[in-house]
């Protein structure tokens, strides 16, 4: 289909636009786009995109596409005032790229690009980026919306990731949990929080409070040397209007595609404008892992009374100790710990401790289902499971994190 939305008027309404140098070049697009819309669409090229977007007929547009390949980079300031009209007239952006270089795409994505879809098309794909971009709601009118808290920078947060030393050891549960109560540990003047998930491929904190992940997280980590505090909170999502979000990208990406750099200003970032920033770490060791662990006030290291968390445990303390890291910052969390009245069991954890030769300073008891429960549907242990002695152990030891930071706070005062 190639005629202009413009002049159709026997045409059924046009919800869409795709725009181009020639849509003819990118015939599965054209295929795609009928087998989605049928004939409720047009195309533009670049030319006419811009003139056409300021008009009163554009309202009724969902979303064009914009398809562009490599021979189009030098109309990239064309292309920008592409998407600047499209969001102008409220209309979601979709990116079709063919060979385009990385920078490039990245430039139009930051300036509004709502999805990004590789040419040519992989089969579906197209499909499924509409239904994100058309049922993707304005955060600010969802209960995860963004924040209204504004950035001052002004603090210096407490640093404290979570790492599991084995897989399903409960890291992201406990970071997520700590997080909520330490937001909501004193009613009156209740500090800060930000959690920050660094679990680029799997990371599930949002899955854990029910957020959306957003495309705005990625632009932010591939380019940090611009980030201010303004693009920092944008990226953020809020829960319950008091604890702060980043979430994990929304694809999957290399942990080392992100440099310590990049990290250690995310974290700075965080720092200076929250009181307490708790991470979700990845479980696997990547060169910025010493990053976070030298900016850490306290760094958890997540375990169970089994064979494989005291084997993952000796080898993280081997690698740390050998290149001479701060070994001491780790504070050992053991989950699903045996109960008061099981002897055989607490003398299991004496004997891990001592053969390890490390302290297991915090005992979390098995919560059971209801833990996964509350887990699948988006809320914290405290709002749907409040009683449950899991959510106990982690409010006191949220309590016990804010006393000594108070009391650290205090100190330093006087």
């Known amino acids: 289909m190639s005629t202009s939305p413009a002049v159709q008027h026997d045409q059924p309404p046009i919800v869409a636009c795709?725009?181009?140098?020639?849509?003819?070049?990118?015939?599965?697009?054209?295929?795609?786009?009928?087998?989605?819309?049928?004939?409720?669409?047009?195309?533009?090229?670049?030319?006419?995109?811009a003139s056409f977007l300021s008009q009163p007929e554009a309202r009724s547009l969902q979303f064009v596409t914009i398809a562009m390949d490599s021979e189009d980079e030098d109309s990239l300031p064309t292309i920008s005032g592409?998407?600047?009209?499209?969001?102008?007239?409220?209309?979601?952006?979709?990116?079709?790229?063919?060979?385009?270089?990385?920078?490039?795409?990245?430039?139009?994505?930051?300036?509004g690009g709502d999805e990004f879809v590789p040419y040519p098309l992989p089969e579906n794909e197209l499909a499924r980026a509409i239904e994100r971009v058309l049922t993707a709601e304005d955060p600010v009118e969802t209960p995860s919306g963004e924040s209204k808290f504004k950035a001052t920078g002004d603090r210096s947060g407490v640093v404290i990731p979570i790492h599991g030393l084995a897989g399903g050891t409960g890291a992201t549960m406990l970071a997520v949990n700590m997080a909520w109560e330490l937001a909501n540990i004193e009613k009156d003047d209740p500090p800060k929080v930000c959690l920050i998930d660094l679990?680029?491929?799997?990371?599930?904190?949002?899955?854990?409070?029910?957020?959306?992940?957003?495309?705005?997280?990625?632009?932010?980590?591939?380019?940090?040397?611009?980030?201010?505090?303004?693009?920092?909170?944008?990226?953020?999502?809020?829960?319950?209007?008091?604890?702060?979000?980043?979430?994990?990208?929304?694809?999957?990406?290399?942990?080392?595609?992100?440099?310590?750099?990049?990290?250690?200003?995310?974290?700075?970032?965080?720092?200076?404008?929250?009181?307490?920033v708790i991470i979700d770490m990845p479980s696997t060791m990547v060169e910025w892992s010493q990053t976070v662990l030298e900016l850490a006030h306290?760094?958890?290291?997540?375990?169970?009374?089994?064979?494989?968390?005291?084997?993952?445990?000796?080898?993280?303390?081997?690698?740390?100790?050998s290149?001479?890291?701060?070994?001491?910052?780790?504070?050992?969390?053991?989950?699903?710990?045996?109960?008061?009245?099981?002897?055989?069991?607490?003398?299991?954890?004496?004997?891990?401790?001592e053969s390890l030769g490390i302290s297991v300073e915090v005992l979390?008891?098995?919560?059971?289902?209801?833990?996964?429960?509350?887990?699948?549907?988006?809320?914290?242990?405290?709002?749907?499971i409040p009683k449950n002695p899991l959510r106990k152990e982690i409010l006191k030891l949220a309590k016990s994190v804010h006393d000594v930071n108070q009391a650290d706070a205090v100190e330093a005062r006087a």
């Not at 998407?83 to 430039?107: G, M, N, Y």
């Not at 699903?336 to 002897?343: E, K, S």
């Open 18 to 49: 795709t725009i181009s140098r020639d849509v003819q070049i990118f015939d599965l697009l054209i295929e795609d786009m009928e087998a989605a819309l049928g004939d409720s669409w047009g195309d533009l090229s670049f030319e006419d995109a």
């Open 82 to 111: 592409v998407i600047a009209a499209a969001k102008a007239a409220k209309v979601k952006v979709i990116l079709i790229a063919e060979d385009v270089s990385p920078t490039a795409l990245h430039q139009l994505l930051r300036e």
């Open 199 to 276: 679990d680029f491929q799997f990371g599930t904190a949002s899955t854990y409070l029910d957020l959306p992940r957003r495309e705005s997280v990625l632009e932010m980590l591939t380019d940090t040397e611009s980030m201010d505090s303004e693009v920092f909170m944008q990226a953020l999502l809020t829960y319950g209007e008091k604890l702060h979000v980043l979430t994990s990208p929304t694809d999957m990406i290399p942990l080392d595609m992100i440099t310590p750099e990049d990290i250690q200003r995310v974290i700075e970032m965080a720092r200076v404008n929250f009181d307490y």
């Open 298 to 321: 306290v760094y958890f290291a997540m375990i169970e009374l089994d064979m494989r968390s005291a084997q993952n445990t000796l080898r993280i303390k081997r690698a740390l100790q």
């Open 323 to 353: 290149e001479d890291l701060p070994f001491e910052k780790l504070r050992f969390v053991l989950n699903r710990a045996p109960g008061f009245t099981d002897l055989n069991g607490k003398s299991r954890v004496k004997r891990l401790s």
């Open 364 to 384: 979390l008891p098995d919560g059971g289902k209801p833990v996964a429960q509350a887990a699948d549907h988006g809320a914290p242990m405290a709002e749907g």
